[in-house]
């Protein structure tokens, strides 16, 4: 794509969690798409600025940093995210939920806080935080990791509100089972045990996603396109999170 053309060009766009998953495909697609991105990350890695998401100074510097480098700011994906594996809440401590809700809520916190007044000064932008279907009800994740993504979707909300007439638009993503990082360790057990045709098999596409499917929807929050949606939490899940656990006895197939 030329410059110029793009859904996003002549946008400048932070994206936290960028050397890996689905920041590191939205990363690629944002620019693709003629954005200048500052890809973050709290491993070091080429051409990625280190910050760790949850920390105050760091994403601080971040922000500030962008700012001076390319004048302005118009993005921010705050999607960086730790999973905390699944332990029970019996086997959880305090500072295990400190932890996960520091990184995974504190963080899209404090990229909203700082990078508004930035936005503002542009006359407007948009902030993305990477929520899960973890967050809309149990079964998806650990317990505090499922209840800081619950409330990032209840944080774009408030947030949206809170940036009455400031033209920012601030919106959450629920993915579903995506393969990344996070997931490896699951997919490699299913691979392993020669189970992978079980992979995302409670949704009616019967598949897990791809990191670039998130991204996509990132891309469309991010662009022009979904000027009007605002304070909203959009679910990418392939229908994961669309029923209540139910038996599959259809016999209805397409022609
Ligand atoms: N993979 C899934 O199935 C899935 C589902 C729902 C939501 N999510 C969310 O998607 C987001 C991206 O995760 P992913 O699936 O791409 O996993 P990933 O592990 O591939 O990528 C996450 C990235 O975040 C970085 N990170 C971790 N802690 C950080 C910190 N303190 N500061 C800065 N960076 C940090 C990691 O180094 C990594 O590069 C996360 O918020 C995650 O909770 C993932």
Redesign the pocket.
């Known amino acids: 794509m030329s410059m110029g053309s793009g859904r996003l060009s002549g946008k400048v766009a932070i994206i ?2 960028a ?5 590191l495909a939205a990363a690629e697609l944002f620019r693709g798409e003629g954005a200048t991105v500052v890809g973050s ?3 070091a890695a080429d051409g990625i600025a280190q ?4 920390s105050d100074a760091d994403i601080k510097r971040l922000i500030d940093d962008t700012v001076l480098a390319h004048s302005g700011l118009d993005i921010v994906f705050a ?5 905390g594996g699944l332990a029970s809440i019996f086997e959880q401590t305090a500072e295990d939920w400190a932890e996960i809700l520091r ?2 809520l504190i963080g899209p916190f404090l990229a909203i806080k700082h990078a508004a007044p930035h936005l503002k000064a542009r006359g407007g932008g948009s902030i993305i935080c ?1 929520a ?3 967050g809309l009800r149990s079964g998806a994740g650990g317990a505090a990791y499922s209840a800081a993504k619950a409330g990032v979707i209840n944080l774009v909300t408030t947030a949206a509100q809170q940036l009455y007439g400031t033209n920012i638009r601030v919106n959450a993503i629920c ?4 393969e ?4 490896e360790i699951l997919y490699q057990m299913a691979r392993d045990a020669g189970r992978a045709d079980r992979i995302g098999d409670l949704n009616p596409l019967r598949r897990g996603g791809e ?1 670039a499917e998130i991204a996509a929807a990132a891309l469309f929050l991010a662009s022009d396109e979904s000027s009007y949606v605002n304070g909203q939490a959009l679910v990418v899940d392939g229908g994961l999170s669309s029923s209540h656990p139910t038996a599959r006895r259809f016999d209805i197939r397409a022609e």
């Open positions: 936290t969690g050397a890996s998953g689905i920041g990350d709290i491993t910050a760790d998401a949850g999607n960086a995210g730790i999973s990184v995974d990477t899960s279907v973890a993915p579903g089972l995506i990344t990082g996070m997931t990191p």
